[in-house]
Every structure is written in C-alpha cells, then in structure tokens.
C-alpha cells in the first residue's frame, strides 16, 4: 500500500530529474532572499547558475548546526513573517535552540510526506493513532498529527507522559497505533505488564517509532511487550521535522522521500563522499521548502546507504536506520563507542532488563566507562557468585564486540530512570 505511488515509485531517471529541477529553482531562491547563503556561495565563488548537474551540488557550501544558531531566531527564513504559519524549534538540549518555519504549503508538504511513512508502517485511514510524543515546539507531535488526519485516521492527540492515562486510553478508545519514541514504547509496554493488563484487552496493531537511536533488538522487546509490528521512521527540525524516511513493512532500512530530499554521506573528518554503502555523516538538502529552505545541511547523524531494491516496490533509496550521532559518539581510550552497540549486547543477556545507562569518567589520564544494568529480581537478590558471572559474561561480551572494557554495575527493577521522550543515556562526566 502507496500513499503516493506516483511519487513512491518513479523510475531512478525521473527521480534524478525532479531533484535537479527543484535543486536548481530552491537554489535562486535562496541566493535570492536569504543573505546568509548568499554570502556564502559568493565567498565559494558559485552560484545557482553553476549548478548544472546534481553532481554539481558538491560545490556548494555546508549547513551547519552552529550557522543556525548564528541566525537566531528568523535569519535564514526564505519568507516574509506573513506567510509563516507555523515555528518549530529543536530541542536544544545544549545553547540556543534552533528556530524552523513553515508556510502554508509546508505544512501541506509536511503532512503528505508523514502520511507516506504512515502508511508504510502499515497504517491506513481505518486505524486509530494515539499520538504520545510532546506537543510543543519539538516537531515530532505535530507532524506525525498532520500526517496521520491526512491519512484520515482517528487520531488522539494524546501527547507524552502519564503513562497509566494512556494505556486507559489505549484500552477504552481502541487505538490501534502507536506514536512515540522507542524509549517510552518500552516504558508503555513496562507498565501494562506491572499492571497485569492482558495484551488481548488491547487493539493494538502498529507502532511508528522514532526521534532516537533504537537497536533491533530494542525493536523485538517492544513488539513483544505491546503485541504489534513496529518501524522505525527518521527525521530532523532543521531539515522539516518527521518525514525524511521511514521503513516500510519489508523492515529493511529506511525509505528516504528523494523527491524533496538530496541525500550524501560524507566522511565527518574530510567531508568527502564515502564510498557507496559505508558509514558516514548524513548531509541533507531540501528541495521544496518554502519558509525554511535547507543547503546541505550537516545532521552528524550516522548511516550509510542501501544497494538494491525493496520488494515494497517503493524505488526511494534506502538508509540504514541512524544507530547515533557523531556527537553521541564516546571515545573510551581511543576507542569509538556508541550506546546503540552497548544496548545491542545487553539486550542479547539473558536476565537483563532493557534498561541501561552509561557513565563515563576521567581518573588522572584514564577514561574510566561503567555500564548500569537493570537486572531481573531473581538475578539482584542472588548469590553474589551469581551476580559475579552475571557481570563477568557482561564485560566479556562488551569487550569482545566493542574493543572495550567497561565496569559493569548491576541494579535492581527501577533503579534507573525511564524516558517518556528521548532518552538519555550516557552521563559523560568528563565534559564536566
Ligand atoms: O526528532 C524529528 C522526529 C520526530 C523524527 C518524530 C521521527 C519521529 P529533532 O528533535 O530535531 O527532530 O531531533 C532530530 O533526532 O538528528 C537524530 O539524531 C535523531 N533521530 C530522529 N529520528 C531518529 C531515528 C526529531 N529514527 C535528531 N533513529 C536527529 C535515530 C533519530 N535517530
């Protein structure tokens, strides 16, 4: 099932076409009306008439996360305030947030590129979506909102948190689909079983999952606790908010929306192209946004590109999913670290609960990493022998898959906090 199979399956040539148009025509018009990138492109001495091929997009200058804070709030508005209907702002968890905006037609384009990755997670106008992310200036709310009315489901705005509220809501109003992120699907999923809630008094069908780094095997403890098929869909503010791409049914890699995003990855280090398939830094560049236009925006998000083709029939190319930022990154002792690869080996650990966090510190020059496990009860109240294995089978595992050996403390049921939006994993203290 195609939102739109026009758009979802055209051939590679026509893809190519369309983008180049839209890349020549977002081109002028920020050259036109927006100083910063005109600026920018002159010092690079390019302009939208050196743009012939969409090879050529190589020349042009990066966006970064710094170069919107410097135009804080409205600098790189490609509209006058009039035509804006809508601001967004990234959740900024360090310094000034960024600000996004949105004409009228975003929001239309918005809502129909939301409504595809709906309707590849499986959803369709019969279900009834439970929107549980934070309405309010993080984009994640409103725009899986958007999307699914466009779809014509029933949409409940039921926003995040209260988790004993929404699993009323879930039982009574028969929501068949769930939004949020991953972190706070498990913590749903973790409170209907303390609850003793059967998953048979449930409708729950689909869960559309996103606006964090999750592991597959996070992906089968969800699908497990709240009885449903969950995908995974990828977005950023900057670049609109959710919609870039999304996992169909097929579940194999993302589906980036190509018609009104130019995909690269580049090497964070020399900025160059890596070569096809391997890992590097997600850059992205919008071709219809009409507010907020975004040149090769550097999103530090972690990916690489899919060869083949998707049964789907979809011919969007596809993403690995995002398993971190390069910001994310931890360098223990030379070592690169991402907290998705830790949650990968616990989550493999017989007795362990998904639940986890990472603290890193500095004694003297040492980096010193220690991984906080929730252990099942059975397993906490043990012998220490057994608890000893327990953590030995732990760091062997971690040591083993990711070059590095960590502490390993046990903790018991609840001891670490739960997330009812993004979660946060790692306390690095050495940033201190
Ligand atoms: O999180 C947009 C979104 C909302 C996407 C809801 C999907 C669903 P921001 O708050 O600006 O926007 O955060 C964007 O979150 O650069 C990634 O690092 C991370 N992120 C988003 N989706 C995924 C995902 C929204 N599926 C930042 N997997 C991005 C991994 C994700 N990371």
């Known amino acids: 099932m195609y939102w739109e199979p026009d758009s979802e399956c055209m051939h590679r040539e026509e893809i190519e076409q369309l983008q180049?148009?839209?890349?020549?025509?977002?081109?002028?018009?920020?050259?036109?009306?927006?100083?910063?990138?005109?600026?920018?492109?002159?010092?690079?001495?390019?302009?939208?008439?050196d743009v012939g091929s969409l090879a050529d997009l190589a020349r042009l200058p990066f966006t970064t996360k710094d170069d919107l804070r410097d135009n804080y709030p409205y600098g790189l508005f490609a509209v006058p305030m009039r035509e804006v209907v809508r601001i967004h702002a990234s959740s900024g968890t360090t310094g000034i947030p960024t600000v996004v905006g949105y004409t009228r037609n975003d929001i239309r384009t918005w809502s129909n590129l939301v409504a595809r990755i709906i309707t590849m997670g499986g959803a369709t106008k019969d279900d009834v979506i439970q929107i549980a992310f934070g309405y309010g200036l993080f984009t994640g709310a409103f725009g899986l909102?958007?999307?699914?009315?466009?779809?014509?489901a029933s949409v409940i705005p039921a926003s995040s948190g209260n988790t004993a509220r929404q699993i009323k809501i879930m039982q009574d109003f028969k929501t068949t689909a769930l939004v949020s992120t991953p972190s706070y699907a498990l913590l749903i999923g973790e409170t209907i079983r303390e609850m003793g809630i059967p998953l048979s008094s449930l409708s729950l069908k689909w869960g559309l999952f996103g606006a964090e780094p999750w592991s597959d095997a996070m992906r089968q403890e969800i699908e497990d606790r709240l009885g449903i098929v969950a995908t995974d869909n990828y977005g950023l503010s900057e670049v609109i908010g959710p919609g870039v791409s999304g996992e169909c049914l097929e579940r194999k890699g993302l589906h980036i929306n190509e018609d009104h995003f130019i995909v690269e990855v580049v090497d964070p280090e020399t900025l160059t192209p890596v070569p096809?398939?391997?890992?590097?830094?997600?850059v992205l560049t919008a071709l219809s946004k009409e507010a907020f236009p975004m040149i090769r925006y550097r999103t530090r998000d972690l990916t690489r590109l899919l060869s083949g083709e998707c049964p789907c029939g979809r011919t969007g190319r596809r993403m690995s999913r995002v398993f971190g930022r390069s910001d994310d990154m931890l360098i223990i002792r030379g070592v690169n670290v991402f907290p998705s690869q830790v949650e990968t080996v616990l989550f493999e650990i017989e007795?362990?609960?998904?639940?986890?966090?990472?603290?890193?510190?500095?004694?003297?020059?040492?980096?010193?990493?220690?991984?906080l496990v929730e252990v099942s009860e059975s397993i906490f109240f043990d012998q220490m022998r057994r608890q000893k294995e327990m953590i030995e089978r732990i760091q062997k595992r971690l040591a083993q898959d990711l070059g590095v050996t960590f502490e390993v403390k046990l903790v018991g049921k609840k001891a670490l906090e739960r997330f009812e939006g993004k979660a946060r994993r790692v306390v690095d203290n050495r940033k201190l």
Do not use: C, S
């Open 145 to 152: 909102h958007y999307g699914a009315e466009r779809v014509g």
């Open 20 to 49: 180049l148009e839209r890349l020549q025509a977002t081109l002028n018009r920020v050259y036109g009306r927006v100083p910063f990138y005109r600026k920018k492109f002159d010092e690079m001495g390019v302009g939208p008439e």
């Open 276 to 282: 096809p398939g391997e890992v590097g830094e997600l």
């Open 351 to 371: 007795g362990t609960e998904p639940h986890y966090q990472i603290v890193v510190d500095r004694k003297g020059a040492m980096d010193e990493a220690t991984v």
